[in-house]
DNA sequence: CGAAGATTGTTGTCGAGGTCAACAATGTCT
DNA sequence: AGACATTGTTGACCTCGACAACAATCTTCG
């Protein structure tokens, strides 16, 4: 595909059309170009959880990743250094499957998380194909860091949610 | 990097180590790795809505996909056509603004929207930027049918999450 | 025992999306 | 008229999810 900038646009259709009258023309029918829709409608979205649920999933996110940007810790590692914190030994097929990511992502994340010195894999000595995951002490330094940054993050979405709801939304989620 | 599917093991560590005496040890320190762990710890995620609310996004994105996988239309795309045919002759900027989604990528979805026959981008009369979005016949067929099939997965949702939570969890979240 | 099958960690590859920078065409403001 | 902003567009990069294939290692059962 040739590299164009934009389609230089062929030839000028006759402009300066319509301009709409002072007198208001009684809505004959719909517009044909909108010039400033100023609330736009949301339509059946109004009534799919999964709309909203994405959006404030989005935002969480952003929040969580912007508190976090000092340490470097996305949501994602975030969940990887709590679950192994708390769960210390565990292979890493049962990390992946109760945080529902693939076993071939987390093997990546695991690299990157060794290589900066936060996380082990020992050969697990029940079970040779297995590793046993650790927190090294620097992992461990990391993740109460993270969990402190974590929790300014938590504590900010109670302005923006309110304290009712959040307690609401929390255990309502929680439990589903 | 060269191309090894599994870092050879250097030497075998002596195999056979401890093998759990019988009699139970007093539980002197951490053991070293777990044979099973049952039930896994989520530590302080039980304390994060992101991370619960991240779960039932991929939950309910993932039936969408899978309901709507007849027509071959993404969440994305169903939200881009809803709002289009709720708003017709709206601009991409504003599209892409209340779906919360970049402009460039706004446009490889309208792309291949357009391949398909299910929207079109007519010039602006009142502004030689912008393009008038709307939906082609074949669009509003579609878009008809997807609603139809989304339809049927929201109502799958009622059993999932019990149709009391899932009224509380749409209102706190559409009021949020 | 030993062959067949399952599990675990690993690499490669593909595609969907988010992000950012640059750009041409057009509109707006002073 | 010139400076500046907006709109649509392309290109490039990166993260992430999904699959497939594979070597090493259990597990099972004839």
Chains 1, 2 share one sequence.
Do not use: C
Not at 66 to 92: K, M, T, Y
Not at 142 to 153: C, D, G, K, M
Request: net charge positive; no cysteine.
């Amino acid at each position: 595909m040739p590299p164009a900038k934009r389609p230089p646009k062929k030839a000028k259709p006759a402009r300066k059309a319509a301009k709409k009258p002072a007198t208001l023309p009684l809505r004959k029918s719909a517009p044909p170009t909108r010039v400033s829709p100023a609330v736009i409608d949301l339509g059946v979205l109004n009534v799919h959880l999964g709309y909203f649920v994405r959006r404030i999933q989005v935002w969480i996110f952003q929040d969580f990743i912007r508190r976090l940007a000092p340490i470097d810790i996305s949501p994602a590692q975030f969940s990887v250094l709590v679950i192994i914190g708390a769960n210390e030994g565990l292979s890493q097929s049962e990390l992946a499957a109760t945080l529902g990511i693939e076993r071939a992502r987390l093997v990546r994340m695991l690299h990157l998380l060794d290589r900066r010195g936060l996380t082990e894999r020992l050969p697990s000595s029940a079970d040779g194909r297995r590793h046993a995951l650790r927190l090294t002490r620097a992992g461990q330094a990391q993740l109460r860091q993270a969990q402190t940054l974590a929790a300014q993050h938590e504590a900010g979405l109670l302005p923006k949610l309110g304290a009712e709801r959040y307690r609401l939304l929390l255990e309502a989620l929680r439990e589903a």
